[in-house]
């Protein structure tokens, strides 16, 4: 096991939403190396979930793929209850998130916006509530750790393009905040990531397919990240190297 690796009598359980695809599915591979069982979600695309599964199977890890909203309580409740199945639940990675369009707010219809808070703002906010009610010596349980995906658009604003999604991730942050400091003194640390431009497909399903390749060269660095670079500092929040940090929020963004 490598430094970080979880161990114990019983498998550790991680929940990962969105881990069918990009980060999500990279953060997945990561904490099955790490020796979690892992329960992930996806909505729409059950064969590249279903092969996330299989490459963690592949190498004699366990995974279980979940079709589950996170914008639907009853589906998250499904969700959490899957993991049961596999294990103690030690971790949750709020990574589901969605964009939209490029567009100015005054533009915006309210199933837009209605769409993008309910699954970027309220979906972690019921995944981390399940979530707590496992891990939280509050209510019996051993502690854990919850990641929430941010990102840097929560301190540029994404004017004329995404201020809805910029709001939404602001949200996150202080929800970070916020739980980090609810849970602290139950055995619970909670952080976030806050990523730059990512080479995912998350940018084409806002209309964007060329948007790593147009804006990349423009990072400080030269550069997209890659998933597996977001996905890093994920599963070291997670880990008990990381045992006193909570509340954090760390830049993934290549010095934007
Ligand atoms: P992505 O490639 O578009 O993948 C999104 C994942 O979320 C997929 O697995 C998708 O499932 C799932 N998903 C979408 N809506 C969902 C819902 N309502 N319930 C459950 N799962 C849902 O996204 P990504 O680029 O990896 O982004 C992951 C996170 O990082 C997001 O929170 C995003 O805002 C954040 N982030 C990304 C970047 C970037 O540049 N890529 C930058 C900053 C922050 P299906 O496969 O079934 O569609």
Redesign the pocket.
């Known amino acids: 096991m490598r430094s970080g690796d979880v161990s114990g009598q019983t498998t550790p359980v991680a929940v990962v939403?969105?881990?069918?695809?990009?980060?999500?599915?990279?953060v997945c591979l990561m904490l099955a190396d790490r020796g979690y069982a892992v329960c992930?979600?996806?909505?729409?695309?059950?064969g590249?979930?279903q092969a996330v599964v299989e490459a963690i199977t592949a190498k004699g890890g366990q995974a279980v793929a979940v079709?589950?909203?996170?914008?639907?309580e009853a589906?998250v409740l499904a969700l959490f209850e899957a993991a049961d199945r596999l294990g103690t639940l030690k971790a949750l990675v709020?990574?589901?998130?969605?964009?939209d369009v490029a567009g100015r707010v005054d533009e915006m219809s309210a199933a837009r916006l209605q769409r993008m808070m309910?699954?970027?703002i309220v979906?972690s906010f019921l995944c981390a509530r399940e979530a707590v009610r496992r891990m939280s010596t509050r209510h019996g349980g051993h502690g854990g750790g919850i990641v929430n995906?941010?990102?840097?658009?929560a301190r540029l604003g994404g004017p004329g393009q995404y201020v809805d999604?910029a709001a939404?991730?602001g949200a996150?942050d202080t929800f970070t905040t916020g739980l980090a400091r609810e849970v602290a003194a139950e055995g619970i640390r909670v952080n976030a990531?806050?990523?730059?431009?990512?080479?995912?497909?998350?940018?084409?399903?806002g209309g964007q397919p060329d948007?790593?390749a147009r804006l990349g060269p423009d990072q400080p660095m030269g550069r997209?990240?890659t998933?597996e670079e977001?996905a890093a500092p994920i599963v070291w929040l997670l880990s008990e190297d990381a045992a006193y940090t909570t509340g954090a929020n760390i830049l993934v963004?290549g010095g934007r």
Do not use: C, F, M, Q
Not at 17 to 26: D, Q, Y
Not at 40 to 46: I, T
């Open positions: 939403t969105g881990g069918s695809r990009g980060i999500g599915r990279a992930l979600s996806y909505v729409s695309d059950a590249a979930a079709r589950s909203d996170v914008g639907v589906d709020n990574n589901a998130g969605v964009v309910t699954t970027n979906g995906l941010s990102s840097v658009a999604y939404s991730k996150i990531v806050s990523p730059g431009i990512i080479d995912t497909e998350i940018h084409a399903s948007r790593v997209a990240g998933a977001v963004s």
